[in-house]
């Protein structure tokens, strides 16, 4: 967590709140860390860590967003600002997808 912390500093966001949520409150089996926060701006972000060897493929995205749909569910709000930490080798066909629906990548 701290990591994920530090990065945001560096980038000039800084959080008010922030909590980390098990898979299993979600009803998931990945291996991810998930994150609900709150900017000082008031704003709500998803941040989602995920360590792994095999490469990142467009079923993950649609894994992802499916966990988001959970995580909003159980927060009961959408998220303004979708963030994803990496670190395993990401197919293109994927980080185009997951632009194309908003997420902020960090590899």
Known sequence: MQFIVD???KKGNVFKKMQEISPSELGIRNKIKIFKATDTKGSFWAIFAISQKSRILMKDVVKMEEILYKLSLLSDHN???KVIFIDAPLCSKAKAAFLEKG???QA
């Open 7 to 9: 990065s945001f500093i």
């Open 79 to 81: 998220f303004k600002v």
């Open 103 to 105: 997420w902020k990548i």
